[in-house]
């Protein structure tokens, strides 16, 4: 952490802030592989282009991500004055959330354990 007066660590702070306009999606119930498998297919691709692939790919993650890239196309549109002809998608990807962990009854007094697992996913853009 830095040294210094509170105002001076919150001033050094706000200068690295990263300024693209992005969206994130917490505790989605998916797993991190099968979301990666879509965000694999869209990553460094225009907007235009990518929400046409998400719109017609069959994966169930593809529809989440779809409104994800929408609420980012809407952050930068609203916030950062930009125009959605001129964006790409600089960054997208999920990581690990807490695993949900439930209990199926077996045969003979046994138990299998079922793990549902969720993952947290950004998208990052940026101007061309």
Not at 94 to 102: L, S, V
Not at 116 to 124: A, C, G, L, N, P
């Amino acid at each position: 952490m830095a040294k210094g007066h509170r105002s001076q660590i919150k001033r050094a702070r706000n200068e690295n802030k990263d300024t693209r306009p992005s969206a994130k999606l917490s505790y989605a119930r998916m797993s991190v592989q099968k979301a990666c498998y879509v965000l694999d297919v869209i990553r460094g691709k225009d907007v235009k282009t990518a929400l046409g692939i998400l719109t017609y790919n069959p994966r169930y993650a593809s529809s989440v991500i779809k409104k994800l890239l929408e609420s980012a196309i809407a952050n930068a549109e609203n916030n950062n004055g930009m125009s959605a002809d001129n964006l790409y998608i600089a960054e997208c990807y999920a990581n690990k959330a807490p695993t949900m962990k439930r209990i199926k009854p077996r045969a003979q007094g046994r138990a299998y354990r079922i793990e549902k697992r969720t993952s947290h996913i950004s998208v990052v853009l940026d101007e061309r």
